[in-house]
C-alpha cells in the first residue's frame, strides 16, 4: 500500500492530522495500536474525566444546592458505578464518531502498532502478531504521551493508580491521596471531594497548578478547601508503599519539619506525562530522541525531511488543542499552504468547579521579564448572572502593557472559565487593548462581564460594579 501520508497515533493531534491531510486531497492513512480511536484524551484522559467532573457536580448540587433554589428531593445517593457505566456511554460516542470521521474521508485505518523500516516504510505488527508494510511519502508522528510513576512507586494500578485506573474505581475511597497538585490531580481529587471521599494532594512546589499565575492557584487552593480536601505544599514525597488495602506515604517538607505520614486507600500519582515512543524504532528513520521528547523544527519536520511529529512527543504544552494545531498545521505545510501557531495563545484550562483558565503571560513572567504591565481583577461575587446562579467564587485577572494597553494575559478561576478564555485568545490574536474590551457591549447579565469589568480596571482604574 502507497500513501501520500500516514500518521502514527489517533488522538487529537493525529486524527485531526490525517483528516485535514485528507481534505487537502491526500491519500491517508492512520495507525493506531489500541481497539479503538481517539487515543488517550477521548478513551482515558479529558473526554472520561470531563463525564465524571460533571456527574460528580451534579451530585454535589443536588446535595448542598438545591433546597436552596427550592427544589426538594431525598437525600441524594452517588452511584459511582452509574457514573462511570455513563462515562464509558460518553466515551463511546466520541470514539464511535472519530471512526465515522475516518470512513467520511476515505481515510484508511491500520490496526496495530506501527515501527519504522525506514523513513518511507512503515510496518503495522497487529495484536496477533501478523506484519504488514506499507510506503508512505510523508510521515506525522503523533503518539502522545503516558502517566509518569514515582521512580520508587511503581504504578501497580490496584492502590497506587495512575488517572486511567482512577476512572474505573469500584468503589470511593475512603481516603484518595494525590500526589501533584496540577491539573490531573486537582480534576480527579475534586471527583471524589464532591463524592464524599478525603482527599489529601501533596505538592513539591508551593503552590497548586504550577503553571499558570500564582493568584489562579491561591483562588483554587481557598475554594477546593471547602469540599474538604487539604494540601501539603512544599512536601517531597519519598516513600509509596502498598499494604494490601491500604497505602501509605510519606513526605518531607522540603524546606525542612517534620514528616508527613498519610494512609489511605489509593493513592492518585499524577506528576506528569511522558513522551510515548515506545515501539516506534525511530532510529531506523534516522531520528534520535532528545530527553524523550522527539526534536522538530519550527514547521515540526524532524532532521529526517518528510517526517514530522506533533503533539505530546514534541516540545511544549501536553494540551490535545495544542496537538490539534499541530497537526492542521503540518498538513497544510505539505499542501503548499503557510500556517502558523501563537504557543503564547494557547490556552490552558482545569476542569475542576470554579474552572480555571488561562492565556498569555502571567504575572510572575512579566516580572521575571522585567516587562512593565497593569492588572485589573474583578471578582465573580459582583456580578449579577453569579449570585443568581450561587457561583460566587472566582475572578477575572487581565494583565496589559503599562505603556501601550495591549492585552498580556487574561486568568479566570470561576464559572464557565474554560469557555469565557476564548474570549481572551480572540482578544490577543488581533492585539486587542484592555480598552478595546472595556468599550465593547457585553450581554446582562452574563459571566462574561466580569472580562470587561476586569478590562475596565486594567485600562483606568474605573470598574463600574465595584
Known sequence: M???????????????????CAQLGMKTAIIEKYDTLGGTCLNVGCIPSKAMLDSSEHFINARDHFKTHGIDIPEPKANLGQMIKR????????????????????????????????????????????????????????????????????????????????LELKEIPKHLIVVGGGVIGMELGSVYA?????????EFLDSLIPTMDGALGKELQKVTRKLGMEFFLGHKVTSVQNKGKEVVLQAEPK?????????????????????YTDGLEIDKAGIELDKGRIPVDNHLQTKVPGVYAIGDVVRGAMLAHKAEEEGVMVAEQLAGQKPHINYLLIPGVVYTW?????????EEQLKTDGKAYKSGTFPYKALGRARASMDLDGFVKVL?????????????????????????????????????????????PTYMEAMKEACLAATANRPIHL
Open 194 to 202: 464532591r463524592l464524599g471521599s478525603k482527599v489529601s494532594v501533596v
Open 354 to 362: 470554579p474552572e480555571v483558565a488561562s492565556v498569555g503571560y502571567t
Open 400 to 444: 496589559a502593557d503599562k505603556n501601550t494597553d495591549e492585552i498580556l494575559g487574561v486568568h479566570i478561576i470561576g464559572a464557565r472559565a474554560a469557555d469565557m478564555i476564548a474570549a481572551g485568545v480572540t482578544a490577543m490574536e488581533y492585539r486587542a487593548s484592555a480598552e478595546d474590551v472595556a468599550r465593547m457591549s457585553h450581554a446582562h
Open 2 to 20: 502507497q500513501y501520500n501520508v500516514t500518521v502514527i497515533g489517533s488522538g487529537p493531534g493525529g486524527y485531526v492530522a490525517a483528516i485535514r
Open 87 to 166: 462515562k464509558g456511554e460518553v466515551v463511546k460516542s466520541n470514539v464511535d464518531g472519530i471512526a465515522f470521521l475516518m470512513k467520511k474521508n476515505k481515510i484508511d485505518v491500520l490496526k496495530g502498532i506501527g515501527s519504522f523500516v525506514d523513513k518511507n516504510t512503515i510496518k503495522v505488527t497487529a495484536k496477533d502478531g501478523k506484519a504488514t508494510t506499507i510506503t508512505t511519502e510523508k510521515v506525522i508522528i503523533a503518539t502522545g504521551s503516558k502517566p509518569t510513576a514515582l521512580p520508587f512507586a511503581p504504578f501497580d494500578k490496584k492502590r497506587i493508580i495512575s488517572s486511567t485506573e482512577a
Open 255 to 275: 524546606n525542612g519539619g517534620a514528616a508527613v505520614t498519610l494512609t489511605g486507600d489509593y493513592c492518585l500519582v499524577s506528576v506528569g506525562r511522558r513522551p
